[in-house]
């Protein structure tokens, strides 16, 4: 008997025609049997040359075909390519193929939606199997409250999939935790086919499938800026390491929070290399705020507000633009079906509040406290994971945390809140989108910031010196200079350049800044040019 096995990539137009002529041979011969094998494209190269490397052939191209000695056992022996099957199948058996180039196509495209259909059909089994492992560090904070119940409902990973929550935080929180399973335990989530505790460090991670990483609940006490920047080193490389040592191959690493969010995603990327482009940073929070002060003055409910992008500094420093923002069934005197929508800025003729109210109102939000609340965060977060699985709305401009690859200007090596959409599981920064130039100010002002504090956490910089604009430097001479301690009276101004930290609540009596009191470079503006 002769066994062959032909296999190729899933789109390759002499895969389909060598199938077709291998169909036939076995239709209309007893003793001739053939084993198919495809490959996604993505994933076609290495997989043929660790198929070569193991039984020292050589072959690059696509398909490629060998016959199996059923009857000597051993490795197969490698037959060649189309051109040689084709030749073999005259010489031996007087078949030739007559298909047109046209059909080859067709049929080549065809594989491959088959085959894709077949992997996640797969993937389908295989989570009935092995539930998705979902990881959340620092789990005794509220955010994590909040965010169980959305995953365990099935709107975020799908409604076919089951998955195992895994809770990690220190030993102290160990009793808050416990806490945590009971309820969550209780709500008889269909999907929930496990949840676990962890407090050993060793452990975490375990064939992790997506990680969310929240904001860390710590008393301890830091004095300076740049001690609060260096403090998130040590817990960025310890994941990092654990990630690369103990996660999934694939998971995905998603950043929350309130606090140096696009400081903690650089730095995950940085100790965890081999996964940095499935580690994002959470920018929907400070969108939904955006949208929500906005929805406030057309009247109207904020999900109605969409496109609003956030450039920059996440949880700091960041640009609010309005220029794509559109608002859907308005109650105007022109009115339209539902996906008739009108640019924002066309209906709000007080340049003066979107300047100056609109960013002062976002800017107070930030100074009180309330940027995140444990609610906010967790929907922010839930939502960004939900468009990874299953895309974004078509059409629709989200705002992302990303490693910069040089678009739109911004300097290489940072995390940078950009537009993006998700697809196909993964997301696409929209290059293509017109009249959003940033003006140079304002970029310098976004990524000034953002290379400072990267360079303060991994010890390259000593001093954190915020960027001033020539008014920003005018204003600070009429400052008063800081005085060394604090009062429980009143709130004053870390430093005279330090505008990053106006307002931010201080602690009490004589001690220094938490962690928590300190939420970096939360300036947030609107560019004047959006209204002339």
Known sequence: ?????????????????????????????PDFRVHKITQHPHVWEEWLKDLCEKNTWSHKKSPIIWRELLDRGGKG??????????????????????????????IAQENLETHIEKELEEEIRKDLIHPLQVWITSASVPACYNLIPILTS??????????????????????????????TQDLVAPLLRSISICTRVEDAFLQAHVIIILDENTDQEVYTLEDCIRSRLPLCRLY???????????????????????????????????????????????????????????????SCIKNVIVWGNISGNNYIDLRKAKVYRYESAIWGPPNYSRPVLSLIFDSDWVNRQYVETLKKLTATGKQFGAILSAHSIAT????????????????????????????????????????????????????????????????????????????????????????????????????????????????????????????NSEKPYSQEAINDSEDKRVEEQQIN
């Not at 189309?82 to 078949?95: C, D, K, T």
């Not at 990973?157 to 009793?175: R, V």
Request: one cysteine or more.
């Open 384 to 507: 960004t994971l939900k468009y990874w699985y299953h895309g974004s709305p078509p059409g629709e401009i989200v705002s992302l945390g990303v490693l910069s690859e040089g678009q739109f200007g911004i300097p290489e090596g940072i995390v940078f809140s950009m537009p993006v959409k998700f697809e196909n599981g993964t997301w696409v920064v929209l290059t293509d989108l017109e009249d959003i130039e940033i003006s140079e100010q304002i970029m310098t002002r976004m990524t000034s910031d953002l290379i400072q504090e990267k360079l303060v956490a991994l010890g390259d910089l000593i001093n954190f010196q915020p960027y001033q604009s020539e008014t920003d430097i005018a204003k600070s001479y009429e400052k008063t200079t800081l005085p060394t301690t604090y009062n429980n009276q009143e709130n004053q101004r870390v430093s005279d350049a330090v505008d990053l930290l106006d307002l931010i609540p201080q602690p």
């Open 154 to 183: 099935g709107e975020v990973f799908g409604m076919h999939t089951e998955i195992s929550l895994n809770l990690f935080d220190n030993k102290q929180a160990e009793e808050n935790l416990h806490v945590i399973v009971t309820e």
């Open 77 to 106: 022996l490698l037959l060649g390519g189309y051109n040689e099957f084709l030749e073999y199948a005259q010489l031996y058996y007087g078949v030739t193929s007559s298909m047109t180039t046209e059909l080859m196509k067709i």
């Open 240 to 302: 990092g390491y654990l990630i690369e040592k103990n996660a999934h191959d694939s998971v995905r690493v998603i950043v929350g929070g309130k606090t140096f969010v696009n400081l903690k995603t650089i730095l995950l990327m940085r100790y965890a290399p081999n996964v940095a482009h499935n580690i994002i940073a959470v920018a929907l929070g400070v969108e939904g705020q955006a949208r929500a002060a906005l929805a406030r003055k057309l009247r109207t409910t904020s």
């Open 1 to 29: 008997m002769a066994k062959f096995v032909l296999a190729g990539r899933a789109d390759c137009p002499y895969y389909a025609k060598a199938e077709l002529l291998a169909d036939y041979l076995q239709k209309n011969l």
